[in-house]
């Protein structure tokens, strides 16, 4: 079995929301090259909420629109799971790390705070370079 960077066997479950997926195309970084840096095994999960908002945006074409493509181009690389109640996908997303303990990788900010004063752990872009893992 895999284990993650801290020698722990099991894999760390880390929940990519929407900007996440567009990271690599505002600022060219390879997330999950830079998630396997950061935590050693983890397995990536995408809302079925995500994907549905990404291929929303990918409708209407321009920036957002190629940005969300090219989120939806590295959502294939996740495995989508369902999510759970709440009224907005950022909603959803704070549940499902609750019940499943998970990290959340996201730039958004409001929705990190919302994490963070849940106890869940939260990944984000530093220095527009790297990634960091907040506590």
Do not use: W
């Not at 020698?7 to 567009?22: C, K, M, P």
């Not at 600022?27 to 095994?41: H, N, P, R, V, W």
């Amino acid at each position: 079995m895999a284990t993650d960077r801290d020698g722990y066997s099991d894999r760390v479950e880390v929940l990519l929301d929407t900007n996440a997926l567009i990271i690599p195309y505002q600022l060219g970084i390879d997330i999950y090259a830079a998630l396997g840096e950061l935590l050693g095994s983890y397995e990536p999960l995408v809302l079925e909420d995500t994907v549905a908002e990404l291929r929303g945006i990918a409708r209407r074409g321009g920036r957002e629109g190629v940005a969300a493509r090219m989120g939806l181009a590295m959502a294939e690389r996740a495995r989508v799971v369902s999510g759970t109640s709440g009224d907005s996908v950022d909603e959803r997303i704070i549940h499902f790390a609750e019940e499943r303990r998970c990290t959340v990788l996201t730039n958004d900010a409001a929705l990190r705070r919302a994490l963070k004063r849940r106890g869940i752990n939260v990944i984000s872009v530093r220095k527009l370079r790297k990634l960091e893992i907040f506590r």
